[in-house]
């Protein structure tokens, strides 16, 4: 079964920057991030296919963080430049070796789960 190791995260200043990585232990089709803030349903945040490099993103980051990948390494990046207090969040790496009809922010398309980072953003 593939295994997803996620680092980075951590606390950081409103406007600060953080960037978090996560690593497949084997090929998938499509990996990214979602995040869950307390009291809040799991959002989509960007993902990425591993081959073409498509990427999407959540409105609410466009502008402010971009998707990264190392097909060699099986490894995605998000940068977060400009970081808000509500980006406040568990933030969780999701994979799928799969095409499928479902919307890439669809958390029930994606088969593979990481453990979650945390992310906290200080006013």
């Known amino acids: 079964q593939v295994q997803l190791v996620e680092s980075g995260g951590g606390s950081v200043q409103a406007g600060g920057s953080l960037r978090l990585s996560c690593e497949a232990s084997?090929?998938?089709?499509?990996m990214g991030w979602f995040r869950q803030a307390p009291g809040k349903e799991r959002e989509g945040v960007s993902t990425?296919?591993?081959?073409?490099?498509?990427?999407n993103y959540a409105d609410s980051v466009k502008g402010r963080f971009t998707i990264s990948r190392d097909s060699a390494k099986k490894t995605v990046y998000l940068q977060m430049n400009s970081l808000k207090p509500e980006d406040t969040a568990m933030y969780y790496c999701?994979?799928?070796?799969?095409?499928?009809?479902?919307?890439?922010?669809?958390?029930?398309?994606?088969?593979?789960w990481g453990q979650g980072t945390q992310v906290t953003v200080s006013s």
């Open positions: 999701a994979a799928r070796g799969f095409d499928s009809t479902r919307s890439w922010s669809d958390q029930g398309g994606y088969n593979i």
């Open positions: 084997a090929y998938t089709y499509r």
């Open positions: 990425i296919l591993l081959g073409s490099g498509n990427t």
